[in-house]
């Protein structure tokens, strides 16, 4: 079993920045990739951005020039760094991650709780 807990949302004016973290927990496991997904109101899940474990990264078309995931391997810990923020950009973002169980010999996909972003003036 893993454990995602995220932190780092909040309100923030548009045009500013927020940082999210996640950091997984458990044992016996390794990580494949971590990314970030968001849902706004009335709308479906959406991917933000994804980083495997070799390191790399995909994002939604919309976000990649803003937005950039990063990952502290030691701490199994990914980031997600919000530049220039936009009233659309409010949403509640999950952290996700999938990981390979050694004691299952699979891999498996978790899901953080969620962290609230809200973009307003």
């Known amino acids: 079993q893993v454990q995602l807990v995220e932190s780092g949302g909040g309100l923030v004016q548009p045009g500013g920045s927020l940082r999210l973290s996640c950091a997984a927990s458990g044992s016996d496991f390794r990580i494949n990739a971590m990314g970030w997904y968001r849902q706004a109101p009335g709308k479906e899940r959406e991917l933000v951005a994804v980083i495997t474990n070799g390191g790399g990264t995909n994002y939604a078309d919309s976000m990649k020039d803003r937005f950039t995931i990063s990952r502290d391997s030691a701490k199994n810990t990914v980031y997600l760094q919000m530049n220039s923020l936009k009233p659309e950009d409010k949403a509640v973002y999950h952290c996700?991650?999938?990981?390979?169980?050694?004691?299952?010999?699979?891999?498996?996909?978790?899901w953080g709780q969620g962290t609230q972003v809200i973009v307003s003036s």
């Open positions: 996700n991650t999938e990981v390979l169980l050694y004691n299952k010999a699979r891999s498996y996909v978790y």
